[in-house]
Every structure is written in structure tokens, then in C-alpha cells.
């Protein structure tokens, strides 16, 4: 297996660290596993002026599979162009419209999944710019972005969740904001239209503005929730804090080939970067969804992720994790994935 690590700026390097440590005892378990490294987001900027160049795509295209840290930090504030175009570029380019963030704590009986749309809405749609035009005499700027979704991309989106509450709880939960978008009106009508074509699974549409206190009051009725691309990037982030801390939540992106990025949710964290202390959870359970969807070893991937949550009950976590943890015992990136990589090789 080919696998590419792009792990960018930030904390990005610190955690794909940890990640590799654990897919060189794959190896030890008997995985033929070529780890190749490359550049985006600022890290490409500071090399090629640019956040993601043709040549890394290519290699993306031709590799088994993508593990990506985080992008973006203070340093390119400034620049013209962004390190998180870099990341937009790439979904885009490889179709990684469905992005799917399990919020799973053993822990706290919490187990349900963000389908968020990835290659649409306002992120991506046009018209789009920042303009200066005289308003009441005065040169004035004014900006402009457009939540844009076809039927075709909403369609896709939605079936991803309907086809993985299956084999679940055959349940969906949908967020929009049908009450004042037209994208989210087409959005409803498009869900309880699929619906249609699935039996037995249970539809409930909320809107985004109520379902952000849902997620936090109610999160036991949740199973599958679908959602657009801002709306998911939005109460993913929120629904870290349900697992503990912003830096726990994996993340894998489909297209429609068999190609799959796998990423944690959080940022790049540059205030902590360099210093050895970022939570690598996200990261590392994003390797659990790998070792699941692409090695289809499901076993290795249970290892794996009651190994992260062993260390854990043990009461060692980083800085972000101890006010959750009774008697914790702080320890750096380094350590915990040290810790992790020791259960999972030897329990
Ligand atoms: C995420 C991130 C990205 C997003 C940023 C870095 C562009 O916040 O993956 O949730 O907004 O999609
Ligand atoms: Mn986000």
C-alpha cells in the first residue's frame, strides 16, 4: 500500500508523527506499507508560492490513500493566497464530497456521525469576491459568497448517510435551515425524497439554529446526521467538546472512487505548534477509520482504538485533556503516542 502523508503546518507534523509510529507496527503485523511525504498548505506556499502544486494531486491520485495533519497559521495571514486553499483544492480536485466525523466516546456512551457535504455550498460557490463600490457617495467595500448546491450534489450527499444508517441505528437526523434558505429548502425536499427510497429508517430534520443545542442536550437520539458543508464544519467542532477536546475528531472524505482522505477535524493549532504538546487523538482515530476502510481489518482497528482509549482510562492525556480526566498524568505528544503504540503492539 502506498500511502501519502501530507502533514502540513501547525501541529500537523507533531501528530502525523504519532500516526506513523503505529503504521510502522502494522508493518510488524504483517502490512507491506510504503509511506511517501509531501507538501500542503503553507509549508507548499513557503516552497512553491502556491498551497498545493499539480505534481503533489498527481501523487494523491496515484497513491492508496491520503492522511493529512492541518493547514494554515499566522505566518501567511498576510499572503494573497490562503494554506486552507490548499486543503479546499484538494477535496475538490479528487471529489471528496462526503466527509464523515464519528463523535465516539466509549467513555460516554456517545456514538454518532457527521456526514458533512464537502465539495459544495458556500465554500466553493460563485459568485464569490470582495469588491468596492460607492455606497450613499462613500467608496465603500462590500463582500459576497453564495450558498450554492445542486440537486446532483445534495442527492450524493444524502444517500452516503442513508446507505451508512443501514447498518445502523436507521436513523437521520438533517440540519438546514429551511425556514429562511432556499439551499436548505431544496435540501429538506431532496431528504424526505430519498427517504422514500429506503425503508425503515427514521427521518428528523432540524433546524441549524436549535440543533446546535440538540447536539449538546439530546445527543443520545443521535445517529446520522447530514448536513452542507458549513453547517457540518460548524457543529463538528461543537460536538468535539461532547468527546473531551477539539483535538479528538477524526475524520475520513469519500469520493466516488475508491480514494479516501483521512484527516483529523481541528485546525492547525499554531499557538501550541513546535512544543510537543498537541493532542494527537484526532489524528490517531482517524488511523482507526483507516484501518478499517482501507485495510478492512476490523479487528486491527478495534485494537487500535480501545488502545487510545486504554492510555486514557489510565489517566494520561495532554494539556487540553485534564480537566477531564481524574488524576491525570500529563504527558507530552510524543509519550502518548508512545503509550498507544505500546497497547497496541503488545495487549
Ligand atoms: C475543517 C477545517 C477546514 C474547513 C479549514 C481548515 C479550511 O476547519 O476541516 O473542519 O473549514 O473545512
Ligand atoms: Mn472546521
Avoid at 429548502?185 to 425524497?193: E, G, H, P, S
Avoid at 500529563?330 to 509519550?335: A, F
Wanted: hydrophobic share 40%; aromatic share 12%; net charge positive.
Amino acid at each position: 500500500m502506498n500511502i501519502l502523508i501530507l502533514p502540513g503546518d501547525g501541529i500537523g507534523p507533531e501528530i502525523s508523527k504519532q500516526l506513523v509510529k503505529i503504521l510502522k507496527t502494522c508493518i510488524l503485523y504483517g502490512y507491506n506499507i510504503n509511506l511517501i511525504y509531501n507538501y500542503i498548505g503553507g509549508i507548499s506556499i513557503d516552497k512553491y508560492n502556491l498551497p498545493l502544486i499539480d505534481n503533489v494531486l498527481k501523487i494523491c491520485n496515484e497513491s492508496d490513500s491520503i492522511i493529512l495533519g492541518c493547514v494554515g497559521g499566522y505566518k501567511w495571514n498576510n499572503y494573497p493566497i490562503k494554506p486552507e486553499e490548499g486543503l479546499l483544492l484538494l477535496r475538490k480536485k479528487l471529489n471528496f464530497f462526503a466527509n464523515i466525523r464519528p463523535i465516539k466516546c466509549p467513555f460516554k456512551n456517545i456514538d454518532f456521525l457527521i456526514i458533512r457535504e464537502l465539495n459544495g455550498g458556500i465554500y466553493y460557490g460563485k459568485p464569490k469576491g470582495i469588491s468596492k463600490q460607492l455606497i450613499n457617495s462613500i467608496p465603500t467595500w462590500y463582500s459576497y459568497d453564495t450558498e450554492l448546491y445542486n440537486e446532483q450534489e445534495i442527492i450524493r450527499l444524502i444517500k452516503v448517510g442513508f446507505n451508512l444508517s443501514i447498518n445502523r441505528k436507521k436513523k437521520i437526523t438533517s440540519i438546514d435551515k429551511s425556514n429562511v434558505l432556499n439551499s436548505s429548502k431544496l435540501w429538506k425536499k431532496i431528504v424526505n425524497y430519498v427517504s422514500k427510497q429506503y425503508n425503515n429508517i427514521i427521518v428528523n430534520h432540524l433546524y441549524i439554529d436549535y440543533a446546535t443545542i440538540e447536539l449538546i442536550k439530546n445527543f443520545k437520539n443521535l445517529d446520522v446526521v447530514i448536513t452542507n458543508n458549513i453547517f457540518g464544519d460548524i457543529i463538528s467542532d461543537e460536538c468535539s467538546l461532547l468527546t473531551g477536546s477539539l483535538g479528538m475528531l477524526p475524520s475520513v472524505s469519500l469520493n466516488n472512487k475508491s480514494l479516501c482522505l483521512f484527516e483529523p477535524c481541528h485546525g492547525s493549532a499554531p499557538d501550541i505548534a513546535g512544543k510537543n504538546i498537541a493532542n494527537p487523538i484526532g489524528m490517531l482515530l482517524s488511523l482507526v477509520m483507516m484501518l478499517e476502510y482501507l485495510f478492512n481489518n476490523i479487528y486491527l482497528s478495534n485494537k487500535l482504538f480501545y488502545s487510545i482509549y486504554k492510555v486514557l482510562s489510565y489517566g494520561f492525556c495532554t494539556f487540553d485533556m485534564k480537566k477531564y480526566i481524574n488524576n491525570f498524568k500529563l504527558v507530552n505528544t510524543d509519550e502518548f503516542g508512545d503509550l498507544v503504540n505500546y497497547y497496541f503492539y503488545y495487549d
